[in-house]
């Protein structure tokens, strides 16, 4: 339990150690403001962390992202090795957060399920019951059979 906390506190500090370094440290221009750090992994060992990003943009800009993220790699990793003050500094991997796309996915299937909902309230608006509008016998209520059992 101790090195699943100590994972998640390294995780935190190499997520800042990146977002500060490349928001003020890297000056290519791949990496401009519009790269974004999600999120932050770390395994259990200590020896490799995963850190997820988002690109606001096209493709194109994403894969300029990616290209400079992996360019900087080296420098990111010695500023986290600087900042985490552990015996070996993890190797970092970058990874695309599919987090927006997925995102973008559900708002869209929530607008169709939206515009269908609102199909059904149109056609519905004049409808009547298929039955009587209380199908339900209540107590007290004469019932046929009763006046036929009592014969």
Do not use: C, W
Request: charged share 30%; net charge negative; hydrophobic share 40%.
């Amino acid at each position: 339990m101790a090195d699943n906390a100590r994972a998640k506190r390294l995780a935190d500090l190499i997520r800042e150690v990146v977002a500060q370094k490349l928001q003020r440290g890297i000056k290519d221009p791949r990496l401009g403001t519009h790269v974004t750090i999600t999120d932050t992994r770390v395994t259990g060992d200590l020896r490799e962390a995963t850190v997820f990003y988002t690109v606001y943009g096209d493709d194109e800009e994403r894969a300029a992202a990616a290209a400079g993220l992996e360019s900087a790699k080296g420098v990111l990793r010695s500023a986290v090795g600087a900042a985490a003050g552990v015996k070996f500094t993890p190797t970092l991997t970058f990874v695309a957060d599919a987090l927006p796309d997925t995102a973008k996915t559900i708002e869209d299937l929530l607008d169709k399920a939206r515009a269908s909902d609102a199909k059904v309230r149109e056609v519905s608006a004049g409808a009547a019951f298929a039955g009587d509008a209380d199908p339900y016998k209540r107590p007290g209520e004469d019932d046929e059979t009763d006046g036929d059992a009592a014969e």
